[in-house]
Structures are given as C-alpha cells and as structure tokens.
C-alpha cells in the first residue's frame, strides 16, 4: 500500500471565506445513479431520491475518428434532459481499458479510439484477470507514456473544456464537477494487472507525473481568464503526498475526492486509518478556506454477494449509514436499485445527511448504534483468548464472532475478512468480525459515550433494515444506561440565540418487553424526563419524535451527557437511532 498523508485525528470548527453554497447549489448532495443515463427510466416519478445522474463518457464514442468529436450529441443533448427534471451531473472520460477482448478473429474495442493505436500508440496486453464482480476478463490497454498518446488525450481533454465552457449558463450550471480518469475507468490506477511485456511496466513516480499533469491540462482546459470554472474531482486511492500537496496548491475554491471504499458497504479492512486520513485532508483543505466534497460509488455487488443480496434493502440501508459516517456528500447507486421502492429508506437516508458536514450549519445529528468486532484489537480480544492477532488467522475472526453468538453475531465467510476491501465486498454473507474495521456507531454530530462500557451490540435481530445492528442494555452487568454527547456548535448555547427549538427521534425495538426513559440537560441546569416508554413486546421497530422547548444540551448530565436513555426496568431493550433535529428543518 502507498504512503498516505497521515496526521493527528482533529475536528475543528472552520470559518470559511467561501461558503459551499457559493460553489455549489444548496440541494446538490445526496443520491445520484451510476451507469448509462435514460430519461424514460431515470427522472423524478420513477427515481423520486436522486438528485442527479453521472455523464460518462467514452472517448472512443467521444471522438470516433481524429479530431471529430460528439459533444452535441452526447453532452448537450444529456443537458438538455437533465435541466429539465432539475438534475445535476458530472462528467467524466473513461480513457482504458481500450479492450476487453483482443483475438485473431475479433477485438472488443472499449474505451480507447482504435485509430489511436494506427497512430503507433502501443497496445498493452495483459494475462487475465477477474473483475469485482467475479467475471474473467482480458483487458488490453494503451500505454499511456507514449508520447503520442499524451498528445491526443490532452488534446480531447482541451477540447471538452473548451466546449463546456462555450454552453450556455443554464446547461454549464448543471455541472457540479469534472472528475479525472487518468487510468483504467475511473480508478486512479493505470491498469488492471501487470502487462506481460515489462518494458510497459510504469512505476509509481511515473504515474504520479502523469497524473498531476492530466491535471494541469484540466485545470487550464477548465479556466477563463486562469480562473477555473468547474471543480476538480480526483480518486483519493492513488493520491500521494506529491498529489494531495498539489491540489492544495493548485486548486481553488473546492477541492473534491473519490473515494470507493467508503461506498461499497460496510465492514471494509483497514478502515480505521483511511479514515483519519480522510478527515485529516478534508481538514486541511477547509483550514484553506476552501469547500471539500467526495464521492464514490456502489457497483452491481449489491445483487451479487451473499452479505447484500441476501437482503438488498438492508444492505443500502447500512451502506448509506457507513458511507454518511465516513463523509462522502455523493453517493452513486446502479440506476435500477434507484427505481425499487424498498430501496428508498436509505437513499432518504443518505440524502438526509450528506450535506449536514459541520456542526454550527448542519440541521441533523445522529447517531447509529452498533458495535464493531476489530480483530486486530489486541486489548478487546487478548490473542492467549481469541487467537494470534494477523490480518490472515482465519480462526481468530470465528473465535471473536463466536463469542458474541449468544447476541446475534456471525462469520459466514472469514477467508473474505482477511483481504483489503476489493475483497471484503465480495463475502458471501454477514461477517461481523474484521481487521481494523470501524469498531463503534455510525454517527454525525452525536456521538456514544463510553459505548461498551455502558450498553452491549447486538447483530442480525431481524430482517427490517434496522435490523443488522443495534445497541441494548444489559441489566444483569450493570448497564442500564446509554449517554449521549451533541457537538458543542451544533446549537448556540445562549438560548437567547437560538433559532430552533429541538426534536429528538428514537427508533427502538418493540419486542423487547420492558421499559426505559429520555433524559435531557434543560435550560434550568437539570436533566429533566422528556418521555417514557413501555415496549409491548411486538416484535417490530417503532419509533418516537419528542420536542423540547427548553433544552441547552450542554453537557450537564452524568458522563458529560446531553442526553440519557436509561432503562426503567429489569430487562435489556434495544435501540437503533437516536437523532436530534432542530424543530424548523425540513425533514
């Protein structure tokens, strides 16, 4: 794995000299599709939670023959529909791989212009591979050193600037950003494999070069007067220190990331660091007073592996949850997943939260109960117990998952657990234990207090989409109690200040016989009872919205608590969500 920037993990709260709005329409984060673009069976009545739709261009059907383009044709005219259903999109060029096939009989030609290679652009082959989704294929690439090449690629990169700056307002303003494919797709690598001719071989600083000077060709292609007039998205996965120093450098206003492992599922290695990574640059580009965004997509293994296809509409659920937890402001979901009602909770979801970025501005906060099994937590899961502590002892994820059976928690496929996150997506079924996977809630703004101290996870309680994680009390241990902490910014504490009194939504499971209480810090000092609940053993998930008029939720109850579930009974109730909305949001 290449270096990557790697700083102490902080939040601050950033003044900005531009705000987002500024760069970016207020609605434009949320839900948008991936794959091909159709009016008839993308738009608002069939795909009510989508706010846009990608343009994604292949430059072999981009500029068929030398030097004459389609932009009319596949650009305007996408436009032209998507202003219509008052979409927004982005564009982006798949440049390889430029075969899939490649026979003495056929070539299926993919992405590159064949007339590139007639040119003398050297064609790379390669062994075969298997894709994501399980299927071997033999990829053939251009190689993308070659001085020709170079040529004819800026060339249509400049071309595509030069063009969509020439459209008119009401068209170029659907445009969020431009995101740069380099290599293969829209992956910041320039292959898939290693060619089997190694003079093709190019090494990480080559590619580094390239890339960053893909990047100036965009950013002059994108610029009036020098000033740039699209965003620049880049794939987070290959950027270096070199890359990201560049952006900071370089790129005004908005500086955008994609970043795949936070939008294929959930339970994805390694996820610890990348986090903190992430939010470390998300950070410094703020710090420069600039807006961050990030995308990234989820693929057809939603119907393809056992761990979403199982249950689909539990998958997305969770999926939105982690990818709102790690920041991502787009997310792109396969279009036909878009058009299926039962899908529709967590796109709402998603679209909910993906623009509730900082704390003083955001009108949510939640806070998603679950518990997390990291194996490579040496402290939680002493290796004398569970097992010798390396990312490949299969064994020790089944001792873990195993020893929280009696809580719903399971390893279908650990062979799966022990690879990077390519190969944890395609696990066969629910693995709940993983290596440096993210151990706590899913949260923005709210977060748990002391979790596994005070409460204990539960996994696998239903088929509901709330039903593959959830937190409980645990009465014969002593835990009957789950405290809450609310940013300090998300509310003025000078009540005087405030514009918004406060709701407080709880989603609970009904099953669980029993009964428990809300607690808040009131603006008299005190924790005063907003509610009580007695379950009536149904089993079902209910929910329940209470308004406090009086509430400061400044830390005033015990743990520094804003807020308090506590059990009022004998039994261990169980919880999903608990969400704090100030009263004059739209919901």
């Keep these: 794995m290449r270096a990557k920037i ?15 709005q500024d760069i970016f329409p207020e609605d434009a984060w949320g ?16 795909t009510p939670n989508v706010k846009g739709v990608p343009i994604i261009l292949k430059w072999a059907d981009l500029e068929p023959e030398d030097g004459k383009f389609k932009f009319d044709k596949l650009i305007k005219t996408k436009l032209e529909d998507l202003e219509k259903d008052n979409y927004y999109t982005t564009i982006m060029v798949w440049i390889a791989f430029s075969t899939t096939e490649v026979t003495m009989k056929d070539t299926t030609w993919a992405f590159t212009p064949s007339w590139l290679f007639k040119e003398g652009v050297p064609l790379v082959k390669f062994p075969p591979t298997v894709n994501p989704l399980g299927k071997t294929l033999t990829r053939y690439f251009p190689y993308y050193l070659d001085q020709t090449y170079k040529f004819y690629f800026h060339r249509m990169l400049e071309e595509l600037g030069k063009y969509v700056l020439s459209l008119p307002s009401n068209l170029r303003n659907r445009i969020l950003f431009v995101q740069s494919a380099e290599g293969s797709t829209g992956d910041g690598q320039p292959y898939k494999g290693e060619p089997l001719e190694s003079k093709y071989n190019i090494s990480s600083d080559e590619w580094d070069d390239f890339r960053v000077e893909t990047w100036k060709v965009l950013v002059k292609a994108f610029s009036r007067d020098d000033i740039l007039q699209v965003p620049l998205l880049t794939n987070y996965d290959s950027n270096g220190e070199k890359e990201y120093d560049w952006m900071i450098s370089n790129l005004p206003n908005a500086i955008g990331i994609k970043n795949g492992m936070f939008s294929h599922g959930y339970h994805i290695s390694d996820a610890q660091e990348r986090l903190v990574n992430f939010i470390n640059y998300r950070n410094k580009v703020e710090e420069q007073g600039k807006v961050f965004f990030a995308r990234g997509e989820q693929d057809a293994e ?3 592996y056992g761990w979403s296809k199982r249950n689909i509409p539990q998958g997305f659920y969770w ?30 979801l998603f679209n909910r939260y993906a623009a509730q970025i900082h704390a003083p501005t955001a009108n949510f906060a939640f806070c998603a109960l679950r518990s997390g099994l990291d194996a490579s937590d040496t402290d939680r899961f002493p290796e004398s117990v569970y097992g010798k502590a390396v990312k490949s002892n299969q064994q020790r994820y089944v001792n873990i998952a195993s020893a929280f059976s009696q809580y719903g928690a399971q390893m279908a496929d650990p062979e799966k657990a022990t690879g990077g996150g390519m190969i944890n997506r395609k696990r066969n079924g629910y693995n709940d234990a ?27 309680i239903d088929k509901s989409i709330y039903g593959r994680f959830a937190r409980g009390f645990d009465y014969k241990n ?30 609970y499971y009904e099953g669980d016989k029993g009964s428990w209480e809300l607690l808040y810090h009131a603006t008299d000092g005190t924790m005063k009872n907003a509610i009580s609940i007695t379950n009536t053993g149904q089993s079902k998930w209910n929910e329940v919205t209470i308004s406090l008029n009086d509430a400061l939720l400044n830390n005033g109850g015990e743990k520094g608590a804003d807020l308090i579930i506590k059990n009022k009974g004998i039994t261990d109730c169980r919880f999903h969500l608990i969400e704090v909305m100030k009263r004059d949001s739209k919901k």
Excluded at 489 to 496: E, I, R, V
């Design 31 to 46: 839900v948008y599709t991936w794959g091909s673009y159709d009016p008839d069976l993308i738009n608002p009545e069939k």
């Design 319 to 348: 999926s939105a949850l982690y990818a709102t937890h790690c920041g991502l402001t787009m997310w792109n979901i396969p279009w036909e997943a878009c058009t299926q009602k039962e899908n529709f909770p967590a796109f709402d």
């Design 478 to 507: 002593d835990k009957n109690a789950m405290y809450f902490d609310l940013d300090n910014n998300f509310l003025d504490k000078d009540t005087s200040k405030q514009k918004s009194k406060v709701q407080v939504k709880i989603i």
């Design 434 to 460: 993983g290596w440096k996977i993210l151990p706590g809630n899913y949260e923005r703004h709210l977060s748990q207090i002391d979790p596994e101290e005070t409460s204990i996870g539960w996994w696998n």
């Design 6 to 20: 790697f700083l102490t993990l902080f939040f601050s709260i950033v003044f900005f000299d531009i705000q987002a």
């Design 302 to 304: 939603y119907k393809t």
